[in-house]
């Protein structure tokens, strides 16, 4: 069964950066499109960023140009480079399969929680 395990955020003062990485296991990794998806307390989950197998990326309007998903096939890692960061983007951020055509999401990690506030 596939397993995510998301890390890397923090308290963040506005216009400063995070790292995110998602560990991917019990998958063949390197086939399936990924994406890091957000929700924000009261909100619906969101898909903020995806990447798929010839890594082509995509994302959210609220999000382009600030961030940069990214994914290394070998460590079968996922990585969402956020720079620029509002208060608005805080939210606790997971990473799943790109839902889409043939593409079901799995069953959630526990996520990692962005706080971007001064």
């Known amino acids: 069964q596939v397993q995510f395990v998301e890390s890397g955020g923090g308290l963040v003062q506005p216009g400063g950066s995070l790292r995110l990485s998602c560990a991917v296991s019990?998958?063949?990794?390197?086939?399936?499109?990924m994406g890091w998806y957000r929700q924000a307390p009261g909100k619906q989950r969101e898909l903020v960023a995806g990447?798929?197998?010839?890594?082509?990326?995509n994302y959210a309007d609220s999000v382009k140009g600030r961030f940069t998903i990214s994914r290394d096939d070998a460590k079968k890692t996922v990585y969402l480079q956020m720079n620029s960061l509002k208060p608005e983007d805080t939210a606790v951020y997971y990473c799943?399969?790109?839902?889409?055509?043939?593409?079901?999401?799995?069953?959630w990690g526990q996520g990692t929680q962005v706080t971007v506030s001064s």
């Open positions: 799943n399969y790109r839902q889409g055509p043939g593409v079901q999401i799995a069953d």
């Open positions: 019990g998958t063949i990794f390197s086939i399936w499109p």
């Open positions: 990447i798929n197998s010839g890594h082509m990326t």
